[in-house]
């Protein structure tokens, strides 16, 4: 089935798509990383790269596959890039991004009542409030997005060996 090096990049980077969308399921249910709603476009990025990944191979269209791949990437790394730079006080933030920082609930019971109540936010997208290695999730994204999409350019780019 991944018998081309387009098929075979395709493959890894769907992995690797999901890597990210359980990885950011993992930090925020398992080590209280609560997404903002910048984070939360991010990882509608994972999901879509995922998705257009395995429709292409299902498909098998390696190289559209590819292509969408290094789109869906570029806004990837335009959000994050747009967080980092909210982060520094470099730029505003969305007006969806203003809210107050969100609570964090003890137990389920808690939480349950302030869903009830309309009173639970996200935190604030120019707050950081987890971090790895000393950058925050955003920093973290920008890597990942600019290896996908050199990845998959290098996929796209790359001749077959006759």
């Not at 950081?128 to 920093?139: C, D, H, K, Q, R």
Request: aromatic share 12%; glycine share 6%.
């Amino acid at each position: 089935m991944f018998n081309t090096l387009p098929q075979k990049i395709l493959g890894l980077l769907t992995l690797y798509a999901l890597c990210l969308s359980a990885s950011g399921f993992i930090l925020e249910h398992f080590f209280n990383a609560i997404p903002c709603t910048m984070c939360w476009w991010q990882r509608y990025v994972h999901w879509a790269l995922t998705i257009a990944g395995a429709m292409a191979i299902v498909l098998r269209k390696p190289k559209k596959g590819l292509f969408l791949v290094i789109i869906f990437a570029s806004v990837g790394l335009y959000i994050a890039a747009w967080q980092v730079l909210a982060q520094n006080g470099i730029l505003e933030l969305p007006a969806s991004c203003g809210q107050p920082t969100g609570k964090v609930f003890d137990n389920s019971a808690d939480l349950l009542a302030a869903l009830n109540a309309g009173n639970v936010l996200p935190p604030k997208c120019d707050e950081v409030n987890f971090t790895i290695l000393g950058y925050s999730l955003a920093v973290w994204n920008i890597v990942a997005m600019a290896f996908t999409i050199l990845a998959a350019i290098f996929g796209l780019t790359r001749k077959a060996k006759a």
